[in-house]
């Protein structure tokens, strides 16, 4: 009997990953918008690698593969600019210091966000008084004049013994100032959930601190800030377009940003396949990120209200 | 209600330090020694010394030793006068033409708010007239596709629509002037730009004010209207929009601080030679003292708007209180 009943199959329960895995599933756009995502971060990934075991297409952006400003065509797929180097080429570059830009931004603000926001939130009193005053004292400065300081101040300076420049600065900047936001996000969840029974029920059993915030509260709150970051992602490709643009970005390599710089000159001439393919490539993962960011809130926390 | 404001007000003080401790930080401090960059490489001694004297870079980041009272040792440093630059907002001299900060930013905020201003007015009204009807319409194809512009736009980086924008109806189709002109009537360049940022700006504005407005259509007075005959027209533009005011003041009024600071693309640009301009200029010289009195300003213009919104809320909700 006893064997019987272990055989028995057990009731399948969905946890939250699964269930809001499944609702996403439903949504054909929103499985169609993952692998474009998918399909930029491979290319970058390609990109990467591509760079690092030696010339091999596109890390060899720097050739010229016709005329000047030729117009697209079955040869050079988007054209090619002032230096008759292939824009497909440049673009798919791109692709690879955006994406990284964002990451590393994203990394940096996550690593500092969710410690001090935790912290703040679960201890109280004057960690979190201190804590408070720091960010809001950060959020009351223009995000975007906030990244140009940043970004401006770091730039050229050597940090333990690397040279700061370029992408690195771009992420730095992005980074240092963009977790105000998920630090505020996780302190408010902290504040709300430490009061609830599972906490003090882990207290109980003698777990320190360190354990209650990363191994209970923080998996409860977690795709909160997975949502939050979907569409966040699409702000850090865009701050880092502005910052090349600035000429506070990338100066050696073609990232988007710079291809919209030197692409200015080039558009009264009518020569638009530069911008246009620049453009196209911001506007592409950027609607993908939004519309897979936004059926991500729905489908893992149908609650959270759509702001803005 | 007094003391509320005496605590709201008091609660500013220590982000105004912070603000202060920061530009410090940034400026002075992670940015390093600027007087190669005022000196010149080939510069004597005396000139840097004369240089480090001038700007106060000679002294202590914090603490002066050379003092035997504790208060003194803090008076005689960089960052006292940094605080007492930023407090009595006497931000000197610009580094590369040693014209008077203050001047060059009088000067900018005519022009960055002759572009500014209408564009908030513009975006504010089109977008909330927008979402009206379009939360009205919720579900149907008119509001999908408006969701659907939104977001294309909201991807769509802001460069292009400037370039585009700028080299479609202004160099291509001849209906704007393409660039500033001291000649041309300031309605005349700031019109394209203005047109461009309400563009670029509608995406994300509709879309918070449709969540906001349908949030309100909820509302059972929304159906109590309905039910007793109101016109559409007459429910959405008179009852809604009454009750849907508090965050679409807060919206606004936290906006204001931001007008001031131009829009640094926009008017780069089109040449307008306002504060974003001012900004972007500083960061190609590298002029920190800008940049430092910059931040300053808007950090500050936001704090006292957001004192602003605040103490109205309590005049208006007296149930609001401190915490």
């Given at each position: 009997m006893a064997e019987e009943r272990l055989q028995l199959e057990p009731i399948e329960g969905r946890s939250l990953w699964s269930d809001g895995i499944r609702k996403l599933k439903r949504r054909k756009l929103a499985v169609i918008c993952f692998w474009i995502i998918m399909l930029y971060v491979a290319v970058a990934c390609y990109v990467q690698a591509a760079q690092w075991s030696g010339d091999y297409w596109p890390a060899n952006w720097d050739v010229s593969t016709g005329e000047k400003y030729e117009s697209p065509s079955w040869k050079n797929f988007c054209g090619t600019d002032i230096f008759g180097y292939s824009i497909l080429r440049k673009v798919v570059y791109g692709t690879k210091i955006s994406l990284k830009v964002a990451f590393f931004a994203s990394i940096i603000s996550l690593l500092i966000g969710i410690p001090l926001g935790a912290t703040a939130g679960y201890f109280g009193g004057l960690v979190d008084e201190i804590i408070t005053w720091v960010y809001s004292t950060l959020s009351s400065i223009p995000y975007i004049l906030?990244?140009?300081?940043?970004?401006?101040?770091?730039?050229?300076?050597?940090?333990?013994?690397?040279?700061?420049?370029?992408?690195?600065?771009?992420?730095?900047?992005?980074?240092?100032?963009?977790?105000?936001?998920?630090?505020?996000?996780?302190?408010?969840?902290?504040?709300?959930?430490?009061?609830?029974?599972?906490?003090?029920?882990?207290?109980?059993?003698?777990?320190?601190?360190?354990?209650?915030?990363?191994?209970?509260?923080?998996?409860?709150?977690?795709?909160?800030?997975?949502?939050?970051?979907?569409?966040?992602?699409?702000?850090?490709?865009?701050?880092?377009?502005?910052?090349?643009f600035l000429g506070l970005g990338e100066k050696n390599s073609p990232s988007w940003g710079a291809m919209i710089d030197s692409a200015r000159l080039d558009l009264p001439k009518g020569y638009w396949w530069e911008m246009t393919a620049a453009t196209l490539a911001i506007l592409v993962i950027s609607l993908a990120l939004n519309i897979f960011g936004d059926a991500l809130r729905d489908s893992l926390d149908p609650k959270l209200k759509a702001k803005g | 209600m007094f003391s509320y404001i005496i605590r709201r007000l008091l609660y500013t003080v220590p982000i105004v330090f912070g603000v202060m401790l920061i530009t410090f930080l940034l400026f002075n401090i992670v940015r390093g020694d600027i007087t190669d960059q005022i000196a010149g490489k080939e510069a004597s001694a005396e000139t840097r010394a004369e240089i480090k004297k001038e700007y106060g870079l000679d002294k202590p980041l914090f603490f002066n030793t050379e003092h035997k009272v504790f208060s003194k040792q803090f008076w005689d440093s960089q960052f006292f006068n940094h605080l007492l630059a930023a407090a009595t907002f006497d931000f000197g001299y610009s580094y590369n033409d040693r014209e008077a900060i203050w001047d060059k930013i009088k000067r900018g905020a005519g022009p960055s708010l002759?572009?500014?201003?209408?564009?908030?007015?513009?975006?504010?009204?089109?977008?909330?007239?927008?979402?009206?009807?379009?939360?009205?319409?919720?579900?149907?194809?008119?509001?999908?596709?408006?969701?659907?512009?939104?977001?294309?736009?909201?991807?769509?980086p802001f460069l292009s629509f400037i370039l585009f924008g700028q080299y479609f109806l202004a160099f291509k189709w001849g209906l704007f002037p393409v660039y500033f002109w001291p000649d041309l009537s300031v309605w005349q360049y700031t019109l394209l730009p203005t047109f461009i940022g309400i563009a670029a700006g509608l995406g994300s504005n509709l879309r918070f004010y449709r969540a906001v407005m349908l949030d309100e259509l909820g509302n059972d007075y929304v159906r109590t209207a309905f039910a007793k005959g109101l016109s559409p027209a007459k429910v959405l533009f008179k009852h809604v929009l009454k009750n849907a005011m508090i965050p679409i003041i807060t919206q606004v009024v936290l906006a204001i601080p931001f007008l001031f600071l131009g829009s640094l693309l926009l008017e780069r640009f089109f040449g307008i030679p306002g504060l974003g301009y001012l900004m972007i200029d500083a960061i190609g010289a590298r002029d920190f003292k800008v940049i430092n009195a910059m931040v300053y300003i808007s950090a500050i213009l936001f704090v006292v708007f957001n004192l602003i919104t605040d103490i109205c809320y309590a005049i208006v909700d007296p149930r609001i209180s401190f915490k």
């Open positions: 906030l990244i140009l300081a940043f970004a401006l101040v770091l730039k050229d300076k050597t940090f333990m013994g690397a040279k700061l420049a370029g992408a690195t600065t771009v992420y730095l900047a992005i980074g240092l100032t963009s977790w105000v936001d998920i630090c505020r996000l996780i302190r408010g969840e902290v504040l709300k959930h430490k009061q609830k029974e599972y906490v003090f029920a882990a207290r109980s059993y003698g777990c320190s601190n360190l354990r209650i915030i990363f191994v209970h509260l923080l998996p409860n709150f977690f795709h909160i800030v997975i949502i939050s970051f979907s569409l966040r992602f699409m702000s850090f490709i865009h701050a880092e377009v502005i910052l090349s | 002759a572009l500014t201003a209408p564009m908030l007015v513009g975006e504010v009204s089109i977008s909330i007239i927008l979402a009206l009807v379009v939360a009205y319409f919720r579900g149907r194809w008119i509001d999908n596709l408006t969701v659907l512009i939104c977001i294309v736009g909201m991807s769509l």
